[in-house]
């Protein structure tokens, strides 16, 4: 057997509200006696003009509502009360004591009465069809306020599913920019791993210094290969204690007068000369700086390059190898036009012929 759906809490009906009118106090003793057990809320007015003020704060189940009145009879206060939107349907039972007469009866029922009773009046008929109107009253009222919680629910669902929906928005949201950053963040990395192979890459010595403490960050392999990586990394000269850095006057420079500090201090190296020795190893060094600033989430950074002159440089090589190139320049004739030339172009072989034999004159033969 499935389950009985939970049911939400059962709305009560407070007591309906009747409305009594009657210029005369015997009048509404009577109707209050006759109606009091049905157990709902009697409101009493004295004239049609009290009815009136009732109905502008209150709706009524039934109102019961004597003819005969004086000033505002109970037909002009029925007209009044049929002109209200508010109370355009609320049950008017007419009261009087006057002879029953076909015109009354009409114009009662035309201004919108439900009922026509004469005084005096059967308690038990009065008060079963009162009790009629406030069943049905009461019934119209709870079904109401069930319209007006189910609209509650479904606009508390209605938020709900908005809330949920913007929640699950916003998680997509931020997971796509989770993944968007990710993303980036991987995109640099593999640029940054990019740059870092062609850096390592490049034949000419280069690395990267923290300003300040001199802590290398990246030296390619160039760099790591001079002079056993002491003129790249300040901790290699701790691992290579015999390597000697000699500067330009050919005096040994200490640690924190050598290429790599200098740069981390903040000091712009233009070519400056060094000489290192390693065990049988000498090489000969121009180091060049400079300070990259902040880009790219990036701190400042200096960039030392090591330019090794041990050998003849690249324009010494290329000068010589043209050298070898040229042909030696020939020397000019001093006595005469046929002196300066090889003796092949000078002395003809004697077995050629001479051009009077290859070309007989004409006019022989």
């Known amino acids: ?66 003819v005969v009145m004086p000033g505002m009879d109970g037909f002009e206060t029925a007209s009044l ?4 939107e508010r109370s355009r349907n609320t049950p008017i039972l007419f009261l009087t004591a006057l002879s029953r007469g076909q015109l009354p009866e009409l114009r009662a029922y035309a201004v919108g009465a439900v009922d026509y009773l004469l005084k ?35 606009r508390r669902e209605h938020e709900s599913e908005l809330a949920e929906a913007h929640r699950r928005m916003e998680v997509e949201r931020a997971r796509a920019r989770e993944e968007h950053l990710r993303r980036e963040m991987e995109s640099h990395r593999n640029q940054q791993r990019w740059l870092e192979a062609v850096l390592t890459a490049l034949p000419t010595p280069l690395a990267l210094v923290e300003p300040g403490s001199g802590h290398t960050l990246l030296a390619n392999r160039a760099a790591q290969g001079l002079a056993g990586g002491c003129l790249a990394y300040r901790e290699a000269q701790g691992l290579h204690e015999s390597v000697i850095v000699r500067g330009q006057d050919g005096i040994a420079l200490p640690q924190d007068a050598q290429p790599l ?66 042909p030696t320049p020939v020397t000019p004739p001093e006595q005469g036009a046929g002196q300066g030339l090889p003796t092949r172009l000078r002395d003809p072989p004697e077995d050629l012929p001479s051009p009077e034999a290859e070309h007989p004159r004409a006019g022989k033969g």
Do not use: N
Request: net charge negative; aromatic share 4%.
């Open 120 to 154: 005096p009046y059967e308690p038990e008929i009065l008060r079963s069809k009162v009790g009629v109107f406030v069943d049905l009253f009461r019934k119209t009222e709870l079904v109401r306020r069930q319209a007006e919680a189910l609209r509650e629910t479904q």
């Open 1 to 66: 057997m499935s389950a009985t759906p939970p049911r939400g809490p059962a709305l009560s009906v407070e007591p309906a509200c009747i409305l009594l009118v009657d210029d005369q106090p015997e009048g509404l003793l009577a109707l209050e006696a006759t109606l009091a057990p049905l157990g709902q809320k009697l409101l009493t007015a004295k004239s049609g003009r009290e009815a009136l003020r009732h109905l502008l704060t209150q709706d009524f189940a039934a109102i019961l509502l004597d």
């Open 261 to 326: 500090m200098r740069a981390a201090r903040g000091e712009t190296l233009q070519g400056f000369h060094v000489d290192w020795e390693l065990g049988e190893q000498r090489g000969s060094v121009r180091a060049f700086s400079t300070l990259l600033p902040k880009m790219y989430g990036r701190p400042e950074t200096v960039l030392l390059a090591l330019l090794d002159v041990t050998g003849p440089s690249a324009t010494e090589q290329l000068v010589e190898g043209l050298r070898h190139l040229v």
């Open 81 to 84: 009360i049929r002109e209200r």
